[in-house]
Structures are given as C-alpha cells and as structure tokens.
C-alpha cells in the first residue's frame, strides 16, 4: 500500500510529535496507529477522524488542547499509518471495534473522557454507542461536521438539484478509484469546492489537501461504499452521554441539515453550534471553535468537582434560607 510523502506544512497545521506511539489491536486482527499528546496527569480526549483523513487531520486541535490534556488520535485503519482492512473489514461494526480498541488500549480502568469524531469519527461513535467500553469510558461527546443516514441523497456536492441524478452521480464520487494525483492548485480547488467554505485559506486548503491526497485510492472506495449506504440513526439514540454537535452552514458533504437533525434526536443534546460559512472541514478551517467545545465538554463533565456532603449541606441550606 503506497502513499504519498510530502514535506510537513510549518506552523499550526504541522502534526506536533506525539509524547508516544503505540500500535493497538482491533477485535478482527487489524492493527491501528495510535498517537497521545500532552501530559499523562491531565484529563483525557480521544480524537477520531475522518474518511480520507488521518491523525495529521487534528493537528491544529491537538495544538491547542494538548498543553493541559491528554490528546490521543488514532488512524482509522486503511488511513495513516494504519494498515488497509483485509477483504469484507470495512463497516461500522470495524469502526465500533477499532474505537473500543483504542479505549481500552490508552485509558486506564474507570477513566473518563471526551471523545470527538469529525465525518466518519462522528458516525464512528454513533456505531459504538451502545459498546460497554464507550458507556464506560464516555463522559462526554463531540460530533463534528457528520451525519447518520441518507449521506448520498442529502450530499450537495454535484451542483444539481436534489433527486436521482445527483444521488447517482454522489454514489458514484463517494466509491470512485480514480487517482487523485498530485497537489496541484486545480486539485486544490477541487477540494475547496467539495469541503470548505469560500472563506478558507489557502495555508487550511493546502494541509486538507495533503491529507487526502495521501489516502490510498482503495482505500477511500471501500470507505465510501460504506458511506454510501450508511443508516445510524439508531446509534444516535443510543448515545446518552452528553454530546454536542458542531458543523460548519456551508458544508456540502453532510449539509447543516444533518446536525439539526441529529441534535433534536440525540437524549441528552448540550448544544449545536453552527459555524457561519464555514464547510465540512471545521476543524482545520476553525480549529479554536472546535477545541474551545472540546474544552468546555472537559471542564463541565471530566474535570467538574462532585458535589460532596459538605456541598450538599451548603446547598439544602441555600435552598430553604
């Protein structure tokens, strides 16, 4: 499996070296690279990214959240640093697996944690909702930028109007194994077109492109089928955990639509935030945004002190002054 090499990008957008690597084990065999950032003292996130992307993905939100957290980011199999699944290993049952995997694997026994999923992560976490390792595991959640069924039909990235034709031609994009080639400024503004907003810049534009540029061809077909006949709609209502949604108004592959509708479904909604003009890359178009949500999710369901009897004395006694 090959993939392209290219020189780091400097400043916010270059991957940061992690404190350790480790290599963690899904339940079918498939062996996953794993990154953590940050202190081991510190509270903890998990970052799971999205279709085409990889680990490098996250940078400018590992950043800034790795000076006081402990970030841990993992390629989904096939991406990155992760070897391709073998034959039939690509699902959302995969995903459930591979995220369990990485729990278990970096979090010790009772830890809690905020987990955030972008594109595919978010679905990722839709599917291993109900997995007792993410009850017990999952503080709290993040689903960025994602959407939990009819991604074909609801995707707006062919400029037509919604119906057969423009399902069929996004059913055929998302399984595409055409090559994409090298960086160049056309690919570069195929790739603004398709999944950001018309105010990225261009430093955010050359490091997506980079990104998914280097996913194998194959890999992104097998991934996309997936996509193309998603239905998670039961796993949003499987995730109790306080999770708020984020995702950009301008976004063309899961349009805002997806998070308003996912919102309103999910059992314990903390919050939709959305992101004016912006599309489907919100975390390198507006990385403070997303990080600041990950933060408050931290502070409010991980780091919070729990009201002990002394706080609950004060409070009855507040309560009936």
Request: proline share 8%; hydrophobic share 45%; with cysteine.
């Amino acid at each position: 499996m090959s993939r392209r090499l290219t020189r780091p990008l400097p400043g916010p957008y270059a991957p940061p070296a992690p404190v350790r690597e480790l290599t963690v084990t899904s339940a079918d065999g498939a062996r996953l690279h794993a990154e953590v950032h940050g202190l081991d003292s510190a509270p903890a996130v998990v970052l799971a990214h999205g279709w085409t992307c990889s680990t490098a993905f996250w940078a400018p939100v590992v950043r800034r959240l790795a000076e006081d957290h402990r970030v841990i980011v993992y390629d989904q199999r096939g991406h990155g640093r992760s070897p391709a699944a073998r034959p039939g290993g690509c699902g959302t049952g995969a995903l459930a697996d591979d995220l369990v995997a990485v729990l278990e694997a970096t979090l010790a026994d009772g830890e809690r944690a905020v987990l955030a999923g972008h594109s595919m992560g978010g679905m990722t976490l839709m599917a291993a909702a109900d997995r007792p390792a993410v009850r017990a595991h999952a503080a709290a959640a993040l689903l960025c930028s994602t959407g939990s069924s009819a991604l074909v039909a609801r995707a707006e990235v062919v400029p037509l109007p919604a119906g057969r034709v423009r399902t069929g031609l996004t059913r055929m994009f998302l399984g595409s194994r055409a090559p994409l080639g090298p960086v160049t400024p056309l690919a570069k503004r195929v790739l603004r077109y398709v999944t950001m907003g018309r105010g990225a810049a261009p430093v955010m534009i050359e490091a997506g492109a980079r990104i998914v540029h280097a996913c194998p061809r194959r890999v992104r077909a097998d991934w996309g089928a997936v996509l193309a006949e998603l239905d998670l709609d039961a796993g949003v209502s499987k995730m109790t955990m306080p999770t708020a949604v984020i995702q950009g108004t301008a976004d063309r592959l899961t349009p805002i639509g997806h998070a308003r509708s996912i919102a309103a479904r999910l059992p314990e909604c903390v919050g939709l935030t959305e992101l004016r003009g912006l599309g489907h890359m919100t975390p390198l178009e507006d990385p403070v945004a997303v990080a600041d949500r990950i933060r408050v999710l931290v502070t409010t369901y991980v780091t919070a002190r729990p009201a002990g009897p002394a706080d609950e004395s004060n409070d009855a006694k507040e309560r009936t002054a």
